[in-house]
């Protein structure tokens, strides 16, 4: 399998954890990754709220670098994910806006090139992860944790059930882990207020972790670099203004699935997260 890879703002910065596991588990799963000659941000922080045609126009420009490439695209952030699928409906499907956008785009964007979530590129190779793995998780109870980004609007989106969907889950099982069912796997945790509104992103980040511990997990995964800061980070905060000491790790799902494949820890950014990994490490070599 080979795809466009379009890593976003976040895993050329604050999600360079995300960028290494990814690249490492595509390399073992026989995934080929080109990153798309100069992309450029997807809006996903404020162009969109802005305006409509301005985050339309990132987004196809983004596909038509990659349609260069005659790949479709693989997105491992979820917002990214988000932005790019919006862009590619509107330009098949809104002739005026196609034709604004192309008019000035340096490359017209066709419509040859389709968005996936990196999610579902890995989901495509679960047989091998099941096949390859050399750690099993046998024991190790894991939340999956969608975000709103990757399955809402529906319509839009059409990424598995946007209530309860079970693709990220079943890569929790290929790892011989087992997927805890819980009901806060896709709500959100406030990422778009994280710095204008603190409080708010504080109450809905411990809702989660709350529900997740309260169903017996022992780390949560997700695939959105977001979800995964404030889950990870702001635990610290959350003792101090709620008490709760939830010290539950927050992994990609790409490093849970790296650590089975048998990558080491510092190859997939395990070293780098605010809530030590500890515990899911002293998992790994315990089986």
Request: overall charge negative; aromatic content about 6%.
């Amino acid at each position: 399998m080979k795809y466009a890879y379009y890593p976003g703002c976040s895993l050329h910065s604050t999600a360079k954890e995300y960028d290494k596991s990814t690249k490492k588990v595509a390399q073992a799963l026989n995934i080929e990754l080109v990153e798309i000659p100069d992309w450029n941000c997807c809006g996903a922080t404020a162009g969109h709220s802005t305006s409509h045609l301005l985050a339309v126009a990132l987004g196809a420009r983004n596909l038509a670098q990659a349609e260069t490439l005659g790949l479709d695209i693989a997105a491992p952030c979820a917002a990214c994910y988000q932005r790019l699928v919006v862009a590619e409906r509107e330009m098949k499907e809104n002739p005026e806006i196609r034709e604004k956008i192309n008019g000035t785009l340096a490359r017209p964007y066709e419509g040859n090139t389709h968005t996936y979530s990196l999610v579902e590129v890995i989901a495509k190779a679960k047989d091998q992860i099941e096949n390859l793995k050399v750690r099993s998780f046998t024991g190790l109870k894991v939340a999956a944790y969608y975000g709103c980004l990757l399955v809402k609007p529906p319509k839009i989106m059409q990424f598995d059930d946007p209530e309860n969907p079970q693709i990220l889950d079943d890569l929790v099982k290929a790892t011989g882990a087992e997927a805890v069912d819980w009901s806060f796997k896709t709500e959100c945790c406030g990422g778009a207020l994280a710095v204008s509104n603190t409080e708010i992103v504080l109450k809905l980040t411990r809702d989660i972790l709350r529900v997740a511990k309260d169903r017996g997990a022992d780390v949560i995964v997700t695939a959105c670099p977001l979800c995964q800061s404030n889950l990870d980070t702001r635990q610290g905060q959350i003792k101090e203004v709620y008490g709760d000491d939830f010290n539950l790790p927050i992994l990609y799902f790409t490093e849970l699935i790296g650590l089975a494949l048998g990558l080491k820890p510092e190859e997939l950014g395990l070293n780098t997260h605010f809530v030590s990994t500890k515990k899911v490490l002293e998992w790994r070599d315990a089986r």
